[in-house]
């Protein structure tokens, strides 16, 4: 089993900044993607930000250019700097990883989630 543990929620006034923290313990072979999503009240879980195993990252185009994924593989760690931020920010934000726990076997992993209340 993988577990995922996130820190760095909190409630933050508009234009503030937070930053995000996600590790990823237990048996695990390789992770190739580790992402961040977020669920606001009465809507759909949607992304936020990916980091492949290669390097290459994506953002939703409502976070582009505010936030900034960022990877630890020695640490199986993922960060989530969010800059600049908005009251439409606020929700629950999520952190996945997926990869392997043997050749054969895949995971897809999910932490508790972590508050983001942006308001003044």
């Known amino acids: 089993q993988v577990q995922l543990v996130e820190s760095g929620g909190g409630l933050v006034q508009p234009g503030g900044s937070l930053r995000l923290s996600c590790t990823a313990s237990?048996?695990?072979?390789?992770?190739?993607?580790m992402g961040w999503y977020r669920q606001a009240p009465g809507k759909q879980r949607e992304l936020v930000a990916v980091?492949?195993?290669?390097?290459?990252?994506n953002y939703a185009d409502s976070v582009k250019g505010r936030f900034t994924i960022s990877r630890d593989s020695a640490k199986n760690t993922v960060y989530l700097q969010m800059n600049s931020l908005k009251p439409e920010d606020t929700a629950v934000y999520y952190c996945?990883?997926?990869?392997?726990?043997?050749?054969?076997?895949?995971?897809?992993?999910w932490g508790q989630g972590t508050q983001v209340t942006v308001s003044s």
């Open positions: 237990g048996r695990i072979f390789s992770i190739n993607d």
């Open positions: 996945n990883a997926k990869g392997a726990v043997t050749i054969w076997h895949n995971f897809d992993a």
């Open positions: 980091s492949t195993r290669g390097g290459s990252t």
